[in-house]
């Protein structure tokens, strides 16, 4: 099966390691695997702060560079749901938005695609240990991929996933948010921190680097000992 | 009290009520019970989601016709005994009350618990104009009594006081001497208010739903307080916001059903009121004349505009209950008697943006206020308008962010311009961490970085590991 | 009975929505009826179990008895509050309930009678017990819908400390769908229509749940089959 990878741009610039296990993780399972090199940001930055008009461009230049693509994958739920929506927020102009809807029709997250199209509940990874996922809220709510990364998470040799309390509660990223408001970020991540540590577990998961970022930016911070995994990640450990 | 409860800027609003930890153990624990509750009462129905959409597109319904309907509850309301005062402003409600209260000579006047009474600033007219105004609920009853303490949440007003704070108000005002234990402490309001009620000149309360066929109005509580405001006093006086009815009994009983369930998870709460016009001929109790007063004070101006969803609101909170941002802030943070998802869309827009600007951004956009809304209001899209109408049809956006997020546009819709700048941003930064992440980040990183790491960019960009990983492909 | 100011504040939300004011009955036409499918096709006999099991969530008491044992079942529902003063209202159904002799020879005992005019409201707040019987009944609930008239005042149902409801089994229904179209049907709408589920009670206080505030503190069901 021919994929085409929206790696997102947190995770060209600041993640790769979750780009290079997507990437393998999909080659294991049998997908060849194509990166198209124009490839930016969803839009979700300014979209998300107001700048609309700002916002389309990356949305339309996104529409094109995708348009070969059979199947859009992409390791996150927020950047995935965005693609999902360009054809609400192009409504306005037709040409785009039934370009767009071409878009958000093959567009999956990872976990998602894996499941739902290749079918496969065992990836083969092995990984010795405690794990607990954070649900993140796009990626639950909105593209309401709910179900999928726990099947996979626990098909995983060796892992025990354990439940996290208050796991529908957002860490508090929210993108621009995290640095605009500052202080209740700091107070809602800290409560997830606080989550994940009555837990005792190694490793702490989820499906959206952003979140990620935020929480693992924290415990990092705090000194603690559980370490951050995006799902592709672990489910990348043969 | 008026819609506005705090002269402070937000940010300032917000650290005190980040540091009050009992208000904060208080919201978290109060919003576990609404939760569960909620989510059980839903669960129960076994198709919450046909519910919520036989709710929405009644509430649609409603709006898409609210002249008609306003104009068949007015000629109803009078067919039942009753007068209607059509209240554009704030003022105008107001100075109609007023005048009814002099007219009546009256000098005592009990509330039952509106929300719109208190965005229009009610009891201060009425004390201005000498009355004493006593408010019955339990929770408005102590704010009222300790110097007017605003509300922090739309059901349970009094949520951010625990029972000992209470129980020195009681005693400070009214001599009260027993202990802080709720059951005494409800006691001791019972006595006090029901000498009130058998006393009072006039009641006033707001209005859950009215029902437009009938000219009726129906108040939802578990106390019962409504219902001795509407029974003893010889004056009615009903206040509601103009969006707040519906066309006949039959979808009245599907949102209240949606309301108790979604406000207090219970099928119904203990009292459900359906009030029309004045007593009857002969009947001993039940006010002798009946006002329902219709208030726009802003409304009309949401109709018709993007943000018309948000009149679909029944006020059952449960977007609060759900808030992690409420979560953490408690309610007096917002500033306005309206807190939460639901706070954040209307205080703006019945107060304007000078007063709650920073409001529709104290959100993470998690959307789970839009998920247990049960008439279907996409709060966290509402929220997402308002940034959008305080950037680009405000302006009112700080420059420097403009100007990242018009960069932002335009290095990301042009492949090159991105490479290039995500190329230097490893060059860039290098100087901030060491190598691995970012501790004191420069610019709009310092305020990531003053609570957490940040990954410092790839050495080797994910984009350039992929080509060398195909070309190795090509290879074996 | 005046209106004052319609014409310009309907005449704005018109122009909001795009058009003239309208005085033309919307169609009421709805794609969602999830109403209907609560404790659908459920027997009387059902209804009556799902009623008693719901009582339980609203600290209410209940007991179920046939016609010919309801004097008896009565007069011990009394007994759990300690009797007392009492009012009822002025109902023909007490007496086809064979409870005129128990209620009018108890001295103790008050009808409620609009020629005593505010002597009734008195006598309310003096009470001990409350008595009224329930014109529908809604087993999802566990509600009683009391319709107020010259014979059956408001503050009969709020003021006494105790209150017990009569509810013949005949009045039993689904839930407040089936009160709602029942009471449209109505030629006349009571000027106060009361659903009442159980005592009043409130968690203004740390959230915690305290039964009795300002309305009675204790009810009971008396659920009477045969009626």
Redesign the interface.
């Known amino acids: 099966m021919k994929i085409s990878l929206f790696?997102t741009?947190l995770?060209?610039?600041?993640?790769?390691n979750i780009?290079?296990s997507t990437?393998e993780l999909l080659e294991r399972l049998g997908c060849s695997v194509d990166?198209p090199?124009?490839?930016?940001?969803c839009?979700q930055?300014?979209?998300?702060?107001?700048?609309?008009?700002?916002?389309?461009?990356?949305m339309?230049?996104t529409i094109r560079?995708f348009e070969n693509a059979q199947y859009v994958v992409c390791p996150s739920g927020s950047c995935a749901y965005m693609l999902k929506e360009y054809p609400h927020l192009l409504e306005d102009e037709p040409y785009w938005q039934e370009r767009a809807q071409m878009l958000a029709l093959k567009t999956y997250e990872l976990t998602q695609f894996i499941v739902d199209v290749l079918k496969i509940e065992d990836v083969g990874a092995k990984l010795e240990g405690t794990a607990t996922y954070h649900p993140s809220?796009?990626m639950t709510?909105?593209l309401q991929v709910q179900s999928a990364p726990i099947t996979l998470l626990r098909h995983v040799k060796g892992l025990e996933v354990i439940e996290l309390p208050l796991k529908?509660?957002?860490c508090?990223?929210?993108?621009t948010?995290?640095?605009?408001?500052?202080?209740?970020?700091?107070?809602?991540?800290d409560?997830k921190v606080a989550s994940i540590q009555s837990t005792g577990v190694h490793y702490l998961v989820g499906a959206d680097a952003g979140c990620l970022?935020?929480i693992?930016?924290?415990m990092?911070?705090q000194n603690l000992q559980v370490e951050t995994k995006h799902i592709a990640e672990i489910l990348n450990m043969v | 009290m008026s819609m506005k409860i705090s002269n402070e800027q937000f940010p300032n609003r917000l650290e005190e009520n980040i540091q009050n930890e009992f208000m904060r153990n208080a919201v978290s624990s109060a919003q576990h019970r609404f939760q569960t509750r909620r989510a059980a009462a839903a669960e129960q129905l076994g198709n919450w989601e046909e519910w919520r959409n036989h709710g929405e597109e009644i509430r649609q319904h409603v709006l898409a016709n609210l002249d008609y309907y306003l104009y068949e509850l007015s000629e109803n309301v009078v067919k039942q005994g009753g007068h209607v005062f059509f209240a554009e402003t704030a003022e105008e409600a107001n100075d109609y009350i007023v005048s009814i209260a002099k007219k009546k000579q009256a000098r005592k006047i009990v509330k039952a618990k509106s929300m719109v009474t208190e965005e229009i600033s009610l009891n201060d007219h009425l004390e201005q104009a000498g009355c004493e105004v006593i408010e019955t609920d339990l929770g408005e009853y102590i704010l009222q009594l300790d110097d007017h303490d605003p509300p922090s949440h739309i059901v349970t007003p009094a949520l951010h006081k625990n029972k000992e704070q209470i129980r020195e108000v009681f005693a400070e005002k009214n001599g009260y001497t027993q202990s802080s234990v709720p059951e005494d402490l409800a006691l001791h309001a019972r006595q006090v208010l029901r000498e009130h009620f058998l006393t009072a000149d006039i009641g006033i309360t707001g209005c859950n739903f009215a029902v437009a066929e009938t000219g009726s109005i129906c108040l939802v509580t578990n106390e019962g307080n409504a219902d001795l405001v509407s029974a003893l006093p010889k004056t009615q006086i009903s206040v509601m916001g103009m969006e707040r009815l519906v066309p006949t009994f039959e979808e009245m009983e599907v949102l209240v059903s949606l309301l108790t369930r979604s406000a207090v998870g219970q099928k119904l709460t203990s009292y459900i009121t359906v009030l029309t016009g004045a007593k009857k001929a002969l009947e001993v109790d039940g006010p002798e004349e009946f006002h329902l007063v219709i208030v726009d004070n802003g409304r009309s101006s949401i109709l018709g505009s993007e943000f018309e969803p948000i009149l679909q609101c029944i006020r059952c909170a449960a977007c609060i209950n759900v808030c992690p941002v409420y979560r953490q802030i408690g309610g007096h943070s917002y500033g306005s008697i309206y807190s939460g998802p639901i706070g954040a869309v209307l205080s703006p827009l019945l107060g304007g943006y000078d007063d709650y600007k920073e409001l529709p951004y104290a959100s993470t956009l998690c959307g789970a206020c839009t998920d247990v809304c049960p008439v279907k209001i996409p709060l966290h899209q509402l929220l997402l308008k308002h940034r959008e109408v305080i950037v680009e049809r405000e302006g009112r956006a700080p420059i420097s962010e403009a100007a990242l997020m018009n960069a932002f546009g335009f290095g990301t819709a042009s492949s090159s311009l991105y490479r290039f700048g995500s190329k230097m941003a490893s060059a860039v930064m290098k100087p901030f961490g060491n190598g691995e992440t970012i501790s004191n980040g420069p610019g709009p990183l310092k305020a990531w970085t003053d609570i957490r790491e940040f990954p410092a960019p790839n050495k080797e960009r994910f984009r350039d590991w992929f080509e060398k990983h195909k070309k190795e492909g090509d290879h074996s | 009975m005046t209106i004052a100011n319609r014409e310009h504040f309907l005449t704005n939300i018109a122009s909001r929505l795009g058009r003239s004011p309208s005085k033309e009955k919307p169609k009421r036409i709805w794609k969602y009826n999830p109403q209907a499918m609560v404790l659908k096709d459920y027997s009387q006999d059902e209804l009556v179990q799902v009623l008693v099991k719901q009582c339980a969530n609203i600290h209410t008491a209940v007991m179920t008895c046939t016609v010919e044992e309801l004097p008896h079942t009565f007069q011990k529902a009394m007994e759990s509050y300690g009797n007392g003063t009492g009012i009822y209202s002025k109902d023909p159904r007490f007496g086809d309930m064979g409870l005129t002799s128990l209620l009018t020879l108890n001295p103790a005992l008050h009808e409620w009678d609009y020629e005593k005019g505010n002597a009734n409201i008195k006598m309310a707040e003096q009470a001990n017990i409350g008595i009224v019987i329930s014109d529908i009944t809604l087993a999802e609930s566990g509600t009683i819908v009391v319709q107020t008239s010259k014979d059956n005042g408001r503050t009969l149902s709020y003021l006494p400390s105790n209150s017990i409801a009569i509810i013949p089994k005949s009045t039993i229904v689904p839930r407040m769908t089936q009160a709602a179209q029942q009471l449209r049907a109505n030629p006349v709408t009571a000027s106060s229509i009361h659903f009442i589920t159980g005592p009043s009670n409130s968690a203004d206080i740390e959230m915690k749940l305290v039964v009795g505030v300002h309305g009675p503190i204790r009810m009971t069901y008396l659920i009477v089959e045969g009626i």
């Open positions: 790696a741009c995770v060209d610039l600041f993640q790769s780009g290079k990437v990166f090199k124009g490839q930016t940001c839009g930055p300014a979209y998300n702060s107001g700048y609309v008009k700002a916002s389309r461009d990356t339309k230049h560079t809220c796009h709510r909105l529908e509660n957002c508090g990223f929210g993108g948010f995290s640095v605009k408001m500052s202080a209740i970020s700091e107070q809602m991540v409560e970022m935020n693992g930016g924290r990092k911070r």
